[in-house]
């Protein structure tokens, strides 16, 4: 089992804008015809930010987004200090403090 940090960024080293947008990496071409999709596959669970969550919640997960639903069939950690809703169907935890307990987790 290994641990792998995979995210897309600006040169500048930020995932988003300061407007929270993602917009800008979109423009970049179709993730099915990247290398994502077989990297994806081969994933046991996934962790992510509340920014992250909250952002997959407005433009993949709302029922007139072109993908509506969770797209992720692995269970995902959400680290939040705040009150999130759940998406019905997925397996989605919400969790917060340090990491390394929820990594032990997330490895099990």
Same mark, same amino acid.
């Given at each position: 089992?290994?641990?792998?940090?995979y995210?897309?960024?600006?040169? &500048?080293g !930020?995932? @988003?804008?300061? &407007?929270?947008?993602?917009? =800008?990496?979109?423009?970049?071409? &179709?993730?099915?015809?990247?290398?994502? /999709?077989?990297?994806? @596959?081969?994933?046991?669970?996934? @962790?992510?930010?509340?920014?992250?969550?909250? =952002?997959?919640?407005?433009?993949?997960?709302? /029922? &007139?987004?072109?993908?509506?639903? =969770?797209?992720?069939?692995?269970?995902? =950690?959400?680290?939040?200090?705040?009150?999130?809703?759940?998406? /019905?169907?997925a397996?989605?935890? !919400?969790?917060?403090?340090?990491?390394? /307990?929820?990594?032990?987790?997330?490895?099990?």
């Amino acid at each position: 089992m290994r641990t792998q940090y995979y995210t897309a960024c600006s040169l &500048d080293g !930020f995932i @988003a804008t300061t &407007d929270h947008s993602l917009a =800008w990496l979109f423009q970049l071409g &179709d993730v099915n015809e990247t290398s994502y /999709p077989a990297f994806i @596959a081969e994933v046991g669970a996934l @962790a992510m930010g509340s920014s992250t969550y909250e =952002w997959m919640l407005r433009h993949v997960v709302q /029922p &007139d987004a072109p993908r509506s639903g =969770w797209p992720y069939a692995q269970p995902t =950690w959400v680290f939040s200090s705040r009150t999130l809703p759940g998406v /019905p169907g997925a397996d989605i935890r !919400f969790v917060q403090g340090d990491v390394q /307990p929820v990594h032990a987790e997330m490895q099990a």
